[in-house]
T-cell receptor, first 114, second 113 residues
Framework: SQTIHQWPATLVQPVGSPLSLECTVEGTSNPNLYWYRQAAGRGLQLLFYSVGIGQISSEVPQNLSASRPQDRQFILSSKKLLLSDSGFYLC?????????????FGQGTRLTVV | QQQVKQSPQSLIVQKGGIPIINCAYENTAFDYFPWYQQFPGKGPALLIAIRPDVSEKKEGRFTISFNKSAKQFSLHIMDSQPGDSATYFCAARSSGSARQLTFGSGTQLTVLP
């Protein structure tokens, strides 16, 4: 069976510090991978998606970047965090092909920038 | 630009009631419409989904109604239970290989015992 791991679960970082959130998927190959951010009481905003190693598409301009160094690994980074980067970050994956289109989400990372 | 509009923002019903959550979309290229359920501190999980060639889909107590001409779809929860209290998101998927989802803003449902 497929599983998605996301860590850490919670993170408190000072303004100006770097960030690295990691997401890995097990039990499948060639997944599409996504990073979403959920602000308090709001919906999920797509930040980045990737259809393959080294292929990153950004949906919104921001202080964050993403990388996919391996097929099942997706990393969200920042060189200098801003207060506005606080939120709940979710990694997700979908199968690249086939009729099944379900998106599977990780448990999320609660980031608080202080 | 918000491509999927969801209402209401919050909803309170008594146990056994039938909460209804509505969504409207603009992009006619969307080809898949899922609903996700999210409990506090957890990632969303797929609840039920529909494709635009179907007007209604039922899974247990959950029903999606889909109106392609109006570009609207809704979630009905029959015989709601306190355990259904959660945030519900509608979404729409773009056609194409990236398969990214555009989410509505969410509805916080509270079912009173």
């Amino acid at each position: 069976s497929q599983t998605i791991h996301q860590w850490p679960a919670t993170l408190v970082q000072p303004v100006g510090s770097p960030l690295s959130l990691e997401c890995t998927v097990e039990g499948t190959s060639n997944p599409n991978l996504y990073w979403y951010r959920q602000a308090a009481g709001r919906g999920l905003q797509l930040l980045f998606y990737s259809v393959g190693i080294g292929q990153i598409s950004s949906e919104v301009p921001q202080n964050l970047s993403a990388s996919r160094p391996q097929d099942r690994q997706f990393i969200l980074s920042s060189k200098k965090l801003l207060l506005s980067d606080s939120g709940f970050y979710l990694c997700a994956w979908t199968r690249r092909w086939g009729r099944s289109t379900e998106a599977f989400f990780g448990q999320g990372t609660r980031l608080t920038v202080v | 630009q918000q491509q999927v509009k969801q209402s209401p923002q919050s909803l309170i019903v008594q146990k056994g009631g039938i909460p209804i959550i509505n969504c409207a979309y603009e992009n006619t290229a969307f080809d898949y419409f899922p609903w996700y359920q999210q409990f506090p501190g957890k990632g969303p999980a797929l609840l039920i989904a529909i494709r635009p060639d179907v007007s209604e889909k039922k899974e247990g107590r959950f029903t999606i109604s889909f109106n392609k001409s109006a570009k609207q779809f809704s979630l009905h929860i029959m015989d709601s239970q306190p355990g259904d209290s959660a945030t519900y998101f509608c979404a729409a998927r773009s056609s194409g290989s990236a398969r990214q989802l555009t989410f509505g803003s969410g509805t916080q449902l509270t079912v009173l015992p």
